[in-house]
């Protein structure tokens, strides 16, 4: 039997890959590798290159291997290109998940571990967010992800295909070691472009905006390394296992950093000055996202080991230090 990771050469599914691994699991990707790095996928995993939304390809994975299990990882994500162009994420998110749980159904696979983001929420009513919350989300990105979880809760009720939807916070950090991390092109994401500027890669960092609801005015998140997040996956697979309900948790560290106060601690790391200027709001952003994560330490026995932001920024230095140009070199 094999966990099938769907999107597993991207930043968080290849860590998914790698501690499956580790945890003595035998894993099958799927990837078509337009944002994913082939070398970014532990060389013990059956890697099929394609794409989702490729019926013939789907099947013929399906048919070859023995699935027991499904993570989706395999998605578009940056929230300003989703404001952009939400077609792009519709067609490829939501319309990947149709043709997705159309193939589980097929081959009587009827577990799937998917990866949901706070951005389904939007703009919180209370903070912290718990996963009872309405979500009404402020970007496509938030809304083709919101619908993947409405499609997987039909799915269930009609076909019996069970799932978890883990609704991310802020994920960051990499591998102890340094072997994986994280690697976009273009990058959008606040710690990778703070560490672009302390590798002297880019001149400056821009915050946007300052004149948030918040105690600095810039935006609050919550950060949770991206080791602890996957471990949650692995505890999802098992909870699925055990013949429980579908059900949806939230993963976050449950504390909130500023945008400015995590320049000012990505400063400490690097021992770099780290330039920023402050530039205006950026399209879609909700001001402040906190996690509740009561629910996935209380149900599914979820550990997060990393509790400190600087630790987090560490890991991210260690695996930039060592991949200047990402998996390039
Ligand atoms: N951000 C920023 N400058 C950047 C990139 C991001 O000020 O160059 C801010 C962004 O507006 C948000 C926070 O950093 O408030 C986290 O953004 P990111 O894109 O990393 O994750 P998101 O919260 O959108 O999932």
Do not use: C
């Amino acid at each position: 039997m094999t966990v099938l990771v769907l999107g597993g050469a991207g930043y968080i599914g290849s860590h998914a890959v790698d501690r499956l691994i580790e945890n003595g699991y035998d894993v099958t990707v799927i990837d078509n590798l337009i944002t994913g790095h082939r070398a970014s996928i532990n060389k013990k995993a059956h890697f099929y290159e394609g794409d989702i939304r490729d019926e013939k390809f789907m099947n013929s994975v399906f048919d070859k291997e023995d699935i027991e299990g499904v993570i989706h990882f395999a998605a578009f994500s940056v929230v300003p290109e989703s404001m952009k162009d939400p077609l792009k994420y519709f067609d490829n998110n939501t319309g990947g998940m149709i043709k997705l749980l159309e193939i589980m159904n097929d081959h009587n696979v009827k577990k799937i571990v998917f990866s949901s983001t706070a951005a389904t929420y939007g703009e919180p009513k209370q903070i912290p967010i718990k996963e009872t919350d309405p979500q009404v989300p402020t970007n496509p990105y938030g809304e083709s992800k919101l619908a993947m979880e409405k499609i997987m809760h039909w799915a269930d009720l009609a076909y019996g295909i069970k799932f978890v939807s883990l609704r991310y916070f802020n994920v960051a950090g990499a591998k102890d070691n340094g072997s994986i991390g994280e690697d976009h092109n273009p990058e959008t994401h606040l710690i990778p472009i703070i560490l672009q500027v302390a590798a002297g890669e880019r001149d400056q960092l821009s915050i946007f905006g300052d004149d948030y609801p918040t105690k600095d005015g810039t935006n609050i998140r919550d950060y949770v390394h991206v080791i602890d997040l996957v471990d949650a996956h692995i505890l999802a697979l098992k909870y699925l296992s055990k013949g429980n309900d579908s059900d949806a948790f939230n993963l976050g560290s449950s504390n909130g950093f500023s945008n400015k106060e995590m320049l000012d601690a990505a400063r400490k790391v690097t021992g770099k000055e780290i330039p920023a200027v402050m530039a205006p709001r950026r399209a879609g952003d909700p001001s402040t996202l906190i996690a509740s994560s009561d629910k996935a330490r209380n149900v599914l026995g979820w550990n997060p080991q990393y509790d400190d932001i600087e630790e987090i920024i560490k890991t991210a230095w260690n695996w930039k230090q060592q991949h200047s140009n990402g998996y390039e070199n």
